[in-house]
């Protein structure tokens, strides 16, 4: 199966998702549930594969700035985040995390295959949960459940435009992805 093919599979999470959370909104317990679940098998994910490989690879320099730059675009996020409210302030916070997520999946399958499609499955359970949250707070202003659909498919397609992105990498020349 072709690398990008493998962004499909967390973007209809996230619309099946997005459904599920129109068709019956998930209670408080089962949100927090699903949250802890996808950032535990997240993490598990890049302790046990990705970082391994990013360790092994002899070029320090290359991971103190991918680690650098990684801290900066978080931070920034949260900056955006604290100076907007509401469901917008949500959607765009939502839009970069899935644009990021795809970034670091296409990074992972240059990285190798196994790699790629350990973070699919990790991812998948992540963007499940986005889509959820961003149903049930969209919900509070759209009453159209279509549109709510719509928005949140929207903004998964953002998935595979950052995998797109992060895929290219593999065309550069090997000194400059190693270090």
Known sequence: MPMLNYTFIPLLATVLGSIAAVTRPPGKRVTSALQHLAAGVVFAAAATEILPQVMHGNSPIATLV???????????????????????????????????????????????????????????????FLGLTLTTELGKTIRSKAKIVMIVAAIALLLPGGASIGLSVAELPAAIIVG
Not at 92 to 107: E, F, N, P, S, T
């Open 66 to 128: 991918g680690g650098a730059l990684g801290v900066a675009a978080m931070l920034g996020l949260k900056t955006f985040e604290a100076q907007f409210k509401g469901p917008a302030a949500l959607l765009g916070a939502v839009a970069i995390d899935i644009a990021i997520d795809g970034l670091v999946l296409g990074l992972a399958f240059v990285a190798g295959t196994r790699a790629g499609v350990l973070l699919t499955i990790a991812l998948t359970l992540e963007v499940l």
